[in-house]
């Protein structure tokens, strides 16, 4: 996602969001002297990115998985794969055993 040019075309969007939601925003713009809607624009940037990158890590990591032939190895990336399909506290480090 690249961040809007002079050239870029805006679009005027009424949305409705939770109260607090729109309070989080309005701190968020107050601490960066911003408005609303730049904040909002700025937040929702950041979300499509975030969004996209962690597409790409979960592609990543079931290729590699996939391509894996090591025992070891492809253990290792099994974890990896559930770490970026369930979050990083996903997978046990240590046997109770």
């Known amino acids: 996602m690249a961040t809007r040019s002079k050239s870029a075309k805006s679009v005027r969007q009424s949305v409705t969001i939770p109260a607090t939601l ?3 925003v309005r701190r968020v713009a107050k601490e960066r002297h911003v408005t609303m809607s730049r904040a909002l624009v700025v937040l929702a940037e950041r ?3 975030a969004e996209a990158e962690a597409k790409q890590q979960l592609k990543a ?3 590699n998985f996939v391509e894996e032939v090591e025992p070891e190895r ?3 990336a099994g974890r990896d794969l559930i770490r970026v399909i ?3 506290d996903s997978v046990a480090e240590d046997s109770v055993f």
Do not use: C, L
């Open 22 to 24: 729109a309070a989080d």
């Open 47 to 49: 979300g499509v990115r």
């Open 61 to 63: 990591a079931y290729r």
């Open 74 to 76: 492809k253990n290792e």
């Open 86 to 88: 369930f979050g990083k």
